[in-house]
């Protein structure tokens, strides 16, 4: 798998944005057929830093409902992987 199919798009929350700050953890939202060493490879390719470690979390996909005008429309939203990386410093090119 290529590194750019590996990465979606990266987690943009105050929780996020806290764990980058603190504890040098990034969020991302991963390819759900991509394993953890592949992911690593993705991060640090593109981030140019050394990730220590990865942790994967596959989130369940959810029913959702809402009430309008026009009625009560059901919907699902889909399921997805996240992973958090731990790194540890900037490499240098």
Not at 7 to 14: F, Y
Not at 23 to 34: L, Q
Not at 35 to 61: Q, R, W
């Amino acid at each position: 798998m290529k590194a750019s199919d590996v990465l979606i798009k990266p987690i943009l929350s105050e929780k996020a944005n806290k764990q980058t700050e603190k504890m040098n953890r990034y969020s991302f939202v991963v390819n759900k057929k991509a394993n953890k060493l592949e992911i690593k490879k993705a991060v640090e390719s593109f981030y140019g830093v050394t990730v220590d470690n990865v942790n994967t979390i596959v989130v369940p996909s959810k029913a959702k409902a809402k009430y309008t005008k026009a009625g009560f429309i059901v919907g699902r939203k889909p399921s997805k992987k996240e992973s958090n990386c731990n790194c540890s410093k900037r490499r240098n090119n």
